[in-house]
C-alpha cells in the first residue's frame, strides 16, 4: 500500500505569502492592476504548492515528490537512494528554525524533503530501500 506524507509549513513560506498578499493589496489600492494580478498569480503558485506538496513511497519502491499542479512532480527508485541526512540550520540554542532531509540519491543528485511525521517518514523510508535490497534478482 502506498504511504503519502504531507509537507509541513515553514515559517518563512508565511511570510512569503504575507509579502504577496500585502503587495498584491498595495499595487490594486495604487491602481497598478498589472502588477496586482502578477501578485495573486505568484501568490495562487505559492499556496498552491504549500498546499498539494507531498512525498509518497509506493509499494513498486519508489519515492514521488509531488508540488502541486504547477510543477513536475520527480520520481525517485529508492534504490537509487545512497544516504539520508538530517540537516539543521539557524539554530537558537537548543532549537533550530529551519528542518529538513536531505536525501542523496543516484550519482550525487539531492532533494530535501520536509515532511510532517518526520520519523514515521524516515521509518517507512528505511524500512522500504531494506525491502529493495533484499529484493535483488539472483544471476544464474
Given at each position: 500500500?502506498n504511504r ?84 539543521r540550520h ?31 517518514f524516515l ?18
Amino acid at each position: 500500500m502506498n504511504r503519502i506524507f504531507h509537507a509541513r509549513i515553514h515559517f518563512a513560506m508565511y511570510i512569503l505569502i504575507m509579502i504577496l498578499t500585502i503587495g498584491a493589496c498595495l499595487a490594486f489600492w495604487y491602481k497598478m492592476a498589472v502588477y496586482g494580478t502578477v501578485m495573486l498569480l505568484f501568490l495562487t503558485v505559492v499556496i498552491e504548492r504549500i498546499i498539494h506538496t507531498t512525498y509518497t513511497i509506493t509499494t513498486e519502491n519508489e519515492l514521488i515528490v509531488y508540488y502541486g499542479r504547477f510543477m513536475r512532480k520527480r520520481i525517485i527508485p529508492i534504490k537509487s537512494v545512497r544516504r539520508i541526512e538530517k540537516c539543521r540550520h539557524l539554530r537558537l540554542r537548543k532549537h533550530s528554525l529551519l528542518s529538513y532531509l536531505l536525501i542523496i540519491y543516484d550519482n550525487e543528485k539531492y532533494i530535501s524533503v520536509m515532511p510532517v511525521k518526520e520519523d514515521e517518514f524516515l521509518e517507512t523510508l528505511t524500512r522500504a530501500r531494506h525491502e529493495a535490497d533484499s529484493r535483488k534478482p539472483v544471476n544464474h
